[in-house]
């Protein structure tokens, strides 16, 4: 971005920024303990998933009531998480707001480990996953699976790419500078920096591609999660049935993925040391953009619970009441008051902006944000419109089982250890674009 | 404190219990609902249709009317319906019963209509001995024969159909066995259709002819499926002749799944669902397949501009 107006002036060089952010590249501490950690944790609820894979479906809670349970709910909130990459780097970049450039990496990070591991959540719900292909091959036009499955690939593909893409100078330097890094990562490096030395010509296609693809994925995030929202809004159950399930999806999302993507900046800048770019700035105006999202969020909640829950139609009423003072309640008020409404208090305050204070809150909207997915998938399920008598006990109530848990944890193992890795082999905070954002000259040798 | 309420708890008990023992033994029916009479005649036809509801809604509990052989149910096992001492009630005292129920027996209020429980009655009413106007089921007075058989003659013409009843008597010589109820049946989606009309008695020759409804349609060359049989097994056994006939009116099928639409299958979506979602697929991923093209080109700007 070498058209942006030269900045005030600092204190960094280039060579000052390189060493900073590809230093954690190749000297951290504990990053092998820790992602000896992650495998160990997938081995384990990995074995969970074989019982699963070995008894059939009927190791979960799940039973002919509730036939979508903890993975479903799971899958709605990591498609949540991972439309951040959509949010920071493309709408906000194509509006050329500057301080998103250190964390734009990190969200699409984010968006390509959740958006990964969401498509595989899906699989991990299903009975006979060696059947999985068939979605591709006999699914229905009509069916908002196989949309989703559609859009699910080409997010991930598309936000895979805008990875990829605005790295390509910074893996220039990597091939450079990084002597120490094994003859794999050097082959990688040299693969995917595609020979860019930064000349005019090379900058200005290389920008072009990655406009191209910023302007694309606004619709396909859109879509991610809209068609996501259609897979319960396009039935006639109470609850699901609401026509503003698709603007309120991705209402939560945003919310989601941007208290997702302050915490993982948090653990970067202690981490790798990276306090001179991942800056209270960063977090001072992610805490406003999480306000402002919260709001929108807010807003969609009270049109979607009080319209309703004023009008208490047969059907709607069981579910409501259920929710606002039933066996969900609890549920139910901790998701939207330390999940929505508190954090939005909180964070109208400059000092609970501060890197720690918006950490912390940022966390229990992450879990509020989980625990809504959950009120939303389950509640729902429990009253089937069927009239049936003489229900099984075990179908008229859902308890996570001990198997389903440990293959949730799975999932979230699976992401962090991308996400690890991600940051292991890649550079977290763009070399060249913050050079370029602070008025730095770049200079990349062949 | 604790003792009174036991005390009231135990005379509640006591007090609801001798209520339902009362009302076992006897069954109160209001004097307005005791004063209906059956408004159907009872004509053969009312009292065969009785009988045949009678078999599907009664018989399980009941038995056979006049043969005791209801089910043994304890501590009160269900009446016998053709016995004199259930007959002497009115038509609006069984009518009442009927529909209200009591212990085991269902309230059938809602699930038979009015008239299918008054063609009830009129069977029921058919074994009382003190009814002045007797009319009995059809009356067999057949010669005890062997080797029955049943014929069946289809005139498509003029859509009838012929059955004709006979066996074969002591002497060796066939008769038509007069008297007996057949049912003409066609097979539809969910069951059979009656299609027997109004008076399926054989004659004197053990001859029965029904007209085929006009109307009735069948598959594409007007096939349908007839089961005739005679009604009632007790007579002669399962008596029964299938046939496939081409009395319907010629139908062209309309399976729902042959139209586009969104419950359809993938062959026959919508068109615009798949010109939507193919277009919109293919226009995603032919500008993400131009950037992957675009990328070749990267390596080859360095050398170009350096």
């Known amino acids: 971005m070498n058209d942006l107006p030269k900045q005030k002036e600092t204190n960094l060089s280039f060579e000052k920024i390189k060493k900073d952010i590809l230093h954690p590249m190749q000297n951290h501490k504990g990053l092998e303990l820790w992602i000896v950690f992650l495998i160990t944790v997938i081995s384990v609820c990995g074995w969970a998933y074989y019982i699963q894979l070995k008894d059939g479906l009927g190791v979960t809670g799940m039973r002919d009531y509730v036939s979508w349970g903890l993975y479903i709910a799971n899958f709605v909130f990591f498609v949540a998480v991972s439309l951040v990459g959509m949010l920071i780097s493309s709408i906000l970049g194509l509006l050329r707001i500057d301080w998103i450039t250190p964390i734009s990496r990190i969200a699409e990070i984010i968006a390509v480990a959740f958006v990964a591991v969401a498509g595989?959540?899906?699989?991990?719900?299903?009975?006979?996953?060696?059947?999985v292909l068939n979605v591709m091959i006999h699914g229905r036009f009509q069916s908002p699976i196989l949309w989703d499955v559609t859009v699910i690939t080409t997010y991930l593909t598309v936000s895979a790419l805008l990875l990829i893409l605005p790295m390509i100078p910074d893996l220039a330097i990597c091939k450079k500078e990084l002597t120490k890094a094994s003859p794999i990562m050097k082959k990688l490096y040299?693969?995917?920096?595609?020979?860019?030395?930064?000349?005019?010509a090379q900058h200005k296609h290389l920008h072009k591609m990655i406009r191209t693809l910023m302007v694309l994925i606004v619709p396909i995030g859109l879509a991610i999660h809209t068609v996501t929202s259609w897979l319960f809004a396009a039935t006639l159950r109470n609850g699901w049935d609401t026509t503003i399930f698709g603007p309120y999806f991705v209402a939560g999302a945003f919310v989601a993925g941007s208290a997702a993507l302050i915490i993982a900046m948090y653990f970067f800048r202690v981490n790798y040391k990276l306090q001179d770019y991942i800056t209270d700035l960063q977090f001072d105006?992610?805490?406003?953009?999480?306000?402002?999202?919260?709001l929108v969020y807010l807003y969609f909640n009270l049109n979607e619970f009080l319209v309703p829950g004023y009008k208490m139609k047969t059907g709607d009423d069981i579910h409501l009441k259920e929710l606002f003072?039933?066996?969900?309640?609890?549920?139910?008020?901790?998701?939207?008051?330390?999940g929505n409404i508190i954090p939005i208090i909180l964070l109208v305050n400059k000092k609970f902006r501060k890197p720690l204070p918006i950490m912390i809150i940022s966390l229990f909207v992450l879990a509020g944000a989980w625990f809504k997915r959950y009120?939303?998938?389950i509640p729902t399920m429990l009253h089937p419109h069927l009239p049936i008598q003489n229900v099984p006990e075990n179908f008229v109530h859902y308890y996570p089982s001990a198997i389903e848990i440990s293959v949730t944890v799975l999932s979230f193992a699976l992401v962090l250890l991308i996400i690890t890795v991600l940051s292991k082999?890649?550079?977290?905070?763009?070399?060249?674009?913050?050079?370029?954002?602070?008025?730095?000259?770049?200079?990349?040798?062949a | 404190m604790k003792n009174t309420m036991k005390n009231i708890a135990a005379l509640f008990l006591i007090f609801v219990f001798s209520g339902s023992v009362v009302n076992a033994q006897g069954w109160t029916v209001p004097a307005s609902a005791k004063k209906k009479q059956n408004p159907y005649e009872a004509t053969s036809k009312n009292i065969s249709s009785g009988k045949k509801i009678y078999n599907i809604q009664c018989k399980s509990c009941h038995g056979d009317p006049t043969m005791a052989n209801m089910l043994p149910l304890a501590p009160v096992a269900p009446t016998d319906l053709g016995a004199q001492n259930f007959l002497i009630q009115s038509d609006g005292e069984i009518f009442y019963k009927v529909n209200k129920g009591q212990g085991a027996m269902p309230a059938f209020e809602k699930t038979i209509s009015d008239e299918d429980k008054w063609m009830v009655i009129a069977f029921l009413r058919s074994f009382d001995k003190n009814k002045k106007v007797k009319q009995q089921v059809a009356e067999v007075k057949n010669p005890e024969v062997t080797d029955v058989k049943l014929e069946l003659n289809v005139n498509e013409a003029d859509k009838t159909m012929l059955a004709k009843l006979s066996g074969v008597t002591k002497k060796g010589k066939r008769v038509g066995l007069q008297g007996i109820e057949m049912s003409f049946l066609v097979k539809r989606s969910f069951g059979y259709?009656?299609?027997?009309?109004?008076?399926?008695?054989?004659?004197e020759s053990g001859d029965v002819q029904i007209q085929f409804p006009k109307d009735l349609p069948g598959d594409r060359e007007g096939q349908v499926n007839m089961l005739v049989k005679v009604t009632d097994d007790a007579f002669y056994g399962n008596l029964e002749e299938k046939r496939v006939v081409t009395l319907g009116v010629p139908t062209d099928p309309v399976n729902p799944l042959d139209e586009r639409a969104m419950w359809g299958t993938r062959a026959n979506a919508p068109i615009w669902i798949i010109v939507t979602f193919v277009g919109g697929v293919l226009a995603i991923w032919s500008v993400i397949f131009l950037v992957l093209f675009q990328m070749i080109k990267l390596p080859k700007l360095a050398k170009s501009k350096d």
Do not use: H
């Open chain 1, 120 to 131: 595989l959540v899906i699989v991990l719900d299903m009975g006979r996953p060696d059947r």
């Open chain 1, 190 to 200: 040299n693969i995917l920096s595609l020979g860019y030395i930064n000349t005019p």
């Open chain 1, 285 to 294: 105006k992610m805490g406003k953009l999480l306000v402002a999202v919260c």
């Open chain 1, 325 to 338: 003072y039933g066996n969900w309640a609890i549920m139910f008020w901790a998701s939207q008051l330390l």
């Open chain 1, 375 to 377: 009120v939303i998938v």
């Open chain 1, 425 to 445: 082999i890649f550079p977290v905070v763009p070399i060249v674009e913050t050079a370029e954002s602070k008025g730095i000259e770049v200079k990349i040798e």
């Open chain 2, 193 to 203: 259709l009656d299609v027997s009309g109004e008076d399926p008695y054989t004659n």
